[in-house]
């Protein structure tokens, strides 16, 4: 009797000799273009620029927007890491999985931070108020 | 493969001929599921390298939002040239590196080998950085366990100098740092300073004036009262009866008026030896309820460019170690613990990675590297680009905080 | 599994197998203890973790006993007996409760199923030779060694130190130097950066630095593996439950163990340097320690059950002949508690000055984890229900875990509400709660994944009468050691805690008798196992009777594992295995599998004609 209903191929998509593994292995050795290299390195080095460039600007007090000058910082820090990933990484070329991780690890970064902060006033709140306080009256 | 060989499997793994690298090991089928299994693996351990960072990254967070003066204070110890320097130099070896790998695909050995030794370069050259960094705030105090300190040098009138080691806290002080040589009362400050102080006086007010009105953070009145470090006190810490800052000797340090020091001298003080010349920094310190114009009227200084916030802002001065409460002394040493912390472990990771490219370069002139084979160039630069990205985010938050 | 007489090795068909294959085998391919030590093969690797893990357990265990013994005494026991003074006593209870915490949370419970089970049985259970990365596997089996040893060596050196001080007046400081922890496995600061913490802090958190490399490696080399080595036929939704449960198991190590490894740097390096992030005397905010360590060990904690899922899934369905009863549910409810697990961590800290939104929000979130961990018990009993149920020993350990799951999943609601939490945090009530999840969940499973797979690790049978009897005596004494905890604790007593109240003492008293019972238990069961390897009887293939692919191959493995490459099929239809009474074991008919025959044919000893 057969165990399965649809008969099971004795092969996957490694041990199948019909796979394109040439193919394949262009695919894990994608091979980038030098003028991508320097054009990535040439932005990468103009993004520095620009971050600096960017704390000589009160953000912050221009837009009134708290904290500005720090977002666009992470965010300039972002589109270059960004960049580093894709091209330098050749993550644009690998396997999807693989970007996953990366994404994921940072989603899980994001998480940690958020809640904790959320948490971070507590000892404003709960002891240096307090202290500070005491110490007020202790005068 | 002994096995499979002895047993010519039904799935007919031994026909790809054309795969059977040497490189291939015995648990797969093909170089291109090895090198995909190689490239997940690293992957995961990136991942891992994240988390871990993530976790410091976490700890700057919390304490950034919980006491962002400390930081704006902190910052301005660091040079920011130097961090840019640094930045470039890894995206660079990042570059030379990805360049690595690209040759390694096309086989061209030399050209390896070239980059590779230029990557490693680039890992000196930031550590070397790095180095002169770490040195120079370790001569000035600035480890990852103590409070931040300058050293007052005082001229008495008979011509005797004694030091005086001062230390900053936030909340107490804010420093300028600027390029040239800055003196207080010595020239004009260039715009960039001013700028500086007016960013400076613009946080002061925001986070310190509000917790000095608020919650009586008040530290000159409390430690003369407080009893802690009399000692101390007699000796320094009353700026009034501490020769140390009248500076009568120079007409241009002639200006702490004694009508200002009833509720505590407004201070001023030539920072001397603890700063690199382009680096000097200038504590600025006073207490009084006197306008900040006057100060700046009788130092020469033009008033123009700071802002009317910061004329309300009272200044405290700079308070001596032992004086300060648990709390304000512990707050000085979050900074440079954070910043020790996440340099540290990223130049770790460096060193790390230093390693691996010289042990991929041994390798690759030994030509073990070609379009057949590479991973190991591919994984250790995967790992090389994760140190450089994580660089891309320490350096705007350390070194550029606003 | 009858002691009936089996000619030799068989393999699936029933049929003897070559002499090459007979004589030998993953045990027998290499001889000497170096061929042990540097071996690459994942089943021996399995094999090194696993006697080294049950040594730890047993250091771990015999330290239980030791405490649950001095609190047989309201009063400070050692100091009773004239041994030692009472302060000394009391520390030598702290050191020696942060001992067994630490050595069975590092050293036993993390590597127990995915390092000893999860090595041997994730390649076999893909039909691949080995796993990913071999050279890391046993790299991380010396991260472990090195840590363990590291770790044993500092906390037990304190503990030595205390007896030797206090009771024969030897100092033997001057002579080995400082040792010893009385943080609890936790390492909370202040306590952990304070003086008086037994001198081995940073030494101790080295070497938990190190065991979590260990834990990281193989959760990277699992990953790896069922990604890329998973066989023809076998999608990821034809995966063994196992190999899901291990791979959410590894998703958590690689996300959260890092975590706790910058916790434990941070922490050394406050002690050594003296920076202040978590230490309230250098500025830094002792919660924050909390928030960084329970954002690892949260999810660590599913790190340790995870797997037990898996065993229990394996267990469950082979065992009641049936069916597995909603694959994908429980699959996927793997995943969501991974996932869950990081979003929860801070129902370890309600009390310890957490803001009441994000309290709120944790004990929020800490409800819907009991959503996919009742799936799970629901879909075993479901399976269950109706099935051919085998009440062999890791049967009844499957279902003392299902038992003892559901008391610890439900008190950990009680703990998971905020209101609850505030009478019952750091009460016994805590502590019966996490052994009732800890050890009568992933102890239970590890057991049942032992005698599961026992037969096909070293090709032996047990005993299952002795294996049945220990698995009841294990039962027995543990509910009786821990029931009775709940009581106390929801009546007031606090953990962690050398001396108590008389009131209390019934409570103690009871709970060091069942513990007592428990020991026996588990060296009966050790017992067991030392028989079968001594005088155990050769096993058929496939003793149980399961599908997935562990069981298409001769028991023991061979070297190489297979034959060929095995083709994945449906890992719990159990159709097409038929017993043979001869062998005692399960056995596949040429007739309806021609593949399979192909695939083992040359392996075959000659029929004789």
């Known amino acids: 009797m057969s165990h399965d209903p649809e008969p099971i191929s004795a092969v996957n998509e490694w041990t199948d000799p019909s796979t394109d593994h040439e193919h394949d292995a262009e695919h894990a050795h994608h091979v980038v273009p030098m003028w991508l290299l320097v054009g990535v390195l040439v932005l990468l080095l103009a993004l520095t620029w620009i971050t600096v460039a960017v704390t000589w600007i009160d953000l912050d007090t221009m837009f009134n927007v708290p904290n500005l000058n720090v977002v666009v910082a992470l965010g300039v820090a972002l589109v270059k890491a960004a960049f580093v990933a894709f091209y330098f990484m050749h993550l644009r070329w690998d396997a999807p999985f693989n970007g996953l991780i990366l994404v994921a690890s940072l989603a899980f970064v994001v998480l940690m931070i958020s809640w904790t902060i959320l948490d971070g006033q507590e000892i404003d709140r709960l002891v240096e108020t307090p202290r500070a306080a005491r110490s007020v009256q202790a005068n | 493969m002994t096995t499979a060989t002895s047993h010519p499997a039904p799935d007919g793994h031994d026909d790809h001929g054309g795969h059977h690298s040497p490189h291939l090991a015995h648990h797969f089928y093909t170089m291109t599921q090895q090198v995909g299994s190689a490239k997940l693996g690293m992957w995961a351990f990136l991942a891992t390298e994240i988390l871990m960072f993530g976790g410091l990254f976490c700890a700057y967070a919390v304490y950034r939002a919980l006491h962002p003066e400390v930081f704006l204070f902190g910052h301005y110890f660091l040079d920011t040239n130097l961090g840019a320097i640094n930045t470039a130099v890894l995206l660079l070896s990042s570059f030379t590196m990805a360049w690595g790998v690209r040759a390694a695909q096309l086989g061209q050995t030399t050209l390896l080998v070239t980059l590779l030794a230029l990557t490693f370069l680039g890992g000196v050259g930031f550590m070397g950085i790095k180095y002169v960094e770490y040195t120079s705030k370790f001569d000035h105090g600035l480890g990852p366990a103590q409070g931040i300190y300058y050293n007052v040098t005082t001229e008495y009138s008979d011509g005797n100098t004694a030091q005086v080691k001062r230390y900053l806290v936030p909340n107490s002080a804010f420093i300028i740092a600027g390029e040239g040589d800055i003196k207080y009362g010595v020239g004009e400050p260039t715009s960039d300073q001013l700028h500086q102080l007016d960013d400076a006086l613009h946080y002061h007010e925001k986070y310190a004036l509000k917790s000095h009105a608020d919650e009586g953070l008040h530290k000159d009145h409390a430690k003369a009262e407080s009893g802690k470090g009399d000692e101390h006190a007699e000796d320094h810490s009353d700026s009034q009866a501490t020769p140390a800052f009248s500076g009568e000797a120079d007409p241009h340090e002639h200006l702490v008026d004694q009508s200002f020091t009833p509720t505590g001298a407004m201070v001023t003080s030539a920072v001397t030896d603890t700063r690199p010349p382009e680096h000097s920094a200038m504590a600025l310190a006073t207490n009084g309820s006197f306008g900040l114009s006057d100060t700046f009227e009788k130092s020469g200084i033009a008033t123009t460019s700071v802002s009317s916030a910061a004329l309300e802002v009272g200044f405290y001065e700079p308070t001596l170690w032992d004086t300060l409460t648990e709390r304000e002394q512990s707050l000085a040493y979050q900074f440079f613990s954070i910043y020790y912390c996440m340099t540290g472990l990223h130049g770790l990771h460096v060193l790390i990675g230093m390693g691996l490219i010289a042990w991929v370069a041994v390798r690759a002139l030994g030509g073990a590297f070609g379009p057949e084979y590479n991973t190991p160039v591919d994984l250790v630069g995967l790992y090389w680009h994760l140190v450089d990205l994580i660089w891309i985010f320490l350096f705007p938050l350390l070194y550029l905080i606003h | 599994m009858s002691s009936i007489n089996v000619p030799g090795i068989t393999d699936i068909f029933g049929k003897p197998v070559s002499e090459k294959t007979a004589s030998e085998n993953y045990l027998t391919h290499g001889k000497g203890i170096m061929s042990w030590l540097l071996t690459l093969d994942h089943k021996r690797i399995g094999i090194m973790y696993m006697v080294t893990v049950l040594t730890f357990f047993l250091v771990g265990g015999l330290f239980a006993i030791l405490l649950r013994t001095m609190l047989l005494s309201p009063e400070p026991l050692l100091a009773q007996a004239g041994l030692m003074g009472e302060t000394a006593s009391n520390n030598f209870y702290n050191q020696s409760f942060t001992l067994h915490g630490a050595v069975m949370v590092f050293l036993f419970i993390i590597p127990a199923i995915p390092a000893i089970l999860g090595n041997f049985v994730l390649p076999l259970m893909l039909g691949a030779k080995d796993v990913a990365f071999p050279r890391l596997n046993l790299f991380s089996w010396y991260c472990y060694m090195g840590g363990s040893l590291f770790f044993l060596w500092v906390l037990g050196k304190g503990i030595i130190n205390l007896v030797m001080l206090n009771t024969f007046g030897v100092d033997m400081v001057p002579i080995w130097g400082h040792g010893g922890l009385d943080t609890g496995w936790t390492f909370y600061t202040p306590y952990s950066t304070g003086e008086d913490t037994g001198g081995a802090v940073v030494a101790a958190t080295a070497g938990a630095f190190i065991l979590g490399f260990s834990s990281i490696l193989t959760g990277l080399n699992f990953i790896a593996s069922i990604h890329m080595l998973r066989p023809p036929g076998m999608g990821w939704f034809k995966m063994p439950l196992m190999l899901w449960a291990l791979y959410s198991t590894s998703i958590i190590q690689i996300l959260a163990t890092p975590v706790l490894a910058i916790t434990l740097l941070l ?35 599913y790190i340790m059950i995870l797997p037990a899922f898996g065993v229990i899934s394996e267990c469950i369905s082979v065992h009641s002949r049936k069916h597995i009863f909603g694959y994908a549910f429980i699959a996927c409810s793997s995943m969501a508690i991974a996932l869950l697990g990081f979003l929860v961590w801070g129902h ?24 996919p961990s009742a799936i799970k018990v629901f879909n075993w009993l479901a399976t269950m229900y109706g099935g051919a149920i085998r009440l062999s020993a890791p049967m009844i350990y499957a279902m003392g875990f299902i038992w003892l799951f559901t008391i610890g999943g439900l008190t950990g609601i009680f703990l998971g509400s905020l209101e609850t939490d505030i009478h019952l945090h750091d009460t016994y009530f805590v502590v019966a709660h996490f052994h009732y999840v800890m050890v009568g969940s992933t102890l239970f499973a590890f057991l049942a994944g032992m005698h599961h797979w026992w037969p096909k690790m070293f090709g032996r049978s047990y005993s299952e009468v002795g294996a049945q009897t220990a698995a009841w005596l294990i039962f027995i004494g543990f509910n009786i050691t821990f029931i009775v905890q709940f009581v106390a604790g929801a009546q007031g007593m606090p953990r962690r805690y050398a001396t108590y109240p008389d009131e209390y003492w019934i409570w103690h008293f009871l709970s060091t008798m069942g513990s007592y019972v428990l020991t026996i238990g588990l060296f009966y069961a050790l017992g067991v196992w030392i028989h079968s390897l001594v005088k155990g009887k050769q096993v058929a293939a496939n003793p149980w009777g399961g599908n997935s692919l562990e069981w298409h191959t001769t028991s023991p493995p061979p070297f190489e594992n297979f034959h060929g490459t095995p083709i994945g099929t449906d890992p719990y239809n159990y159709d097409h295995w038929h017993f043979d009474p001869e062998l005692d074991g399960y056995v596949l008919r040429e007739e309806e599998e021609p593949a399979e025959a192909e695939r083992t044919a040359p392996d075959r000893a000659p029929q004789p004609a």
């Open chain 3, 267 to 301: 922490l050394i390096a406050e002690r050594l340097l003296g920076v202040g992030i978590f230490d309230p005397s250098l500025g830094g905010d002792p919660v924050l320690y909390q928030h960084f360590f329970w954002f690892y060990s949260h999810p660590a904690v």
């Open chain 3, 348 to 371: 370890h800290m309600f009390t310890s000055g957490q803001s009441a939104l994000l309290g709120a929000i944790f004990s929020f979130i800490t409800m819907f984890i009991a959503v």
